[in-house]
C-alpha cells in the first residue's frame, strides 16, 4: 500500500514468495509503480518513510523450520524450557501434552558458575567447560547459540563473558544472550525468547539484509 502526498491510497496484493520473502515485497512495489506509470527506482526515491510488516518470523516457528539452536545454560537449570511454569492451557486435562521444546536436552549444556538475585557473583564462570560444548555443537549441527544464565537479568556479565569467548572460536555467528534480549526477571520467559530469538536470527537477519 502507498499513500501519496495529497493521502490517495494505491493498493497491491501479489503472492508471497516463501524462498525468498523480499521478492514479494519488490513484486508489490514494481506493481503499484506500473500502476502509478512510474519506474521503481523513481517511487522508492520519493518515499518519506517505508514501513514493512511481515509474517516471516511466526512462519518459520509455526513451520518448524527454524536454525538448530544449542543452549548454554546455569548448572542446574538445563530444564528450565522444558519444566515451563508447569501450567497447560486446561489445567485440569493432565493428558494434554505440552508444545516441543524448541531445544532437545542433548543440545542444552549447563556451565558452572552462579549469579545471585542481586547481581552478586555466588560462583565463578567456568570458561574452561566451553571447548567441549561447542565440540558438541558442531559434531550435532548446531546453527546458533543461546545463552541464559540463572539471574542474568541482575547481571549479564556472566553470558557476556560466554558470548565473546564463543566469538573467538566459533565458526558461526549467531549468539543470542538471553540478558541483552529479553533482560527480566522469570527464567523460562527469558529463557525462551532467547531461544527463540537464535532460532530466527539466521532466516530473518538473512532476509531483512536483502
Known amino acids: 500500500m502507498l499513500v501519496d502526498v495529497a493521502g490517495t491510497t494505491h493498493v497491491a496484493k501479489v503472492p508471497s514468495v516463501p524462498a525468498d520473502p523480499s521478492q514479494g515485497v519488490m513484486a508489490a512495489v514494481e506493481r503499484i509503480a506500473v500502476d502509478l506509470g512510474m519506474p521503481t527506482v523513481d517511487v522508492l526515491a520519493g518515499c518519506s518513510l517505508f514501513v514493512h510488516g511481515s509474517t516471516v518470523a511466526t512462519n518459520t516457528m509455526l513451520e518448524g523450520k527454524g536454525a538448530t539452536v544449542g543452549l548454554i545454560t546455569t548448572e542446574g537449570f538445563r530444564d528450565v524450557i522444558e519444566i515451563r511454569r ?125
Open 86 to 210: 508447569g501450567l497447560r492451557s486446561d489445567q485440569w486435562n493432565h493428558r494434554e501434552p505440552y508444545a516441543p521444546v524448541l531445544v532437545p536436552r542433548y543440545l542444552r549444556l549447563p556451565m558452572a558458575g552462579r549469579i545471585d538475585a542481586d547481581g552478586s557473583e555466588h560462583a565463578p564462570l567456568d570458561l574452561d567447560q566451553l571447548p567441549a560444548i561447542l565440540e558438541t555443537f558442531r559434531t550435532e549441527g548446531v546453527e546458533a547459540i543461546a545463552v541464559a544464565f540463572m539471574n542474568s537479568y541482575a547481571n549479564g556479565g556472566h553470558e557476556h563473558a560466554v558470548a565473546e569467548a564463543i566469538e573467538a572460536t566459533w565458526d558461526g555467528e549467531w549468539i543470542s544472550e538471553s540478558a541483552q534480549v529479553s533482560p527480566l526477571m522469570g527464567e523460562y520467559e527469558r529463557t525462551s525468547t532467547a531461544v527463540v530469538n537464535a532460532t530466527l536470527m539466521p532466516g530473518i537477519v538473512g532476509y531483512l539484509h536483502a
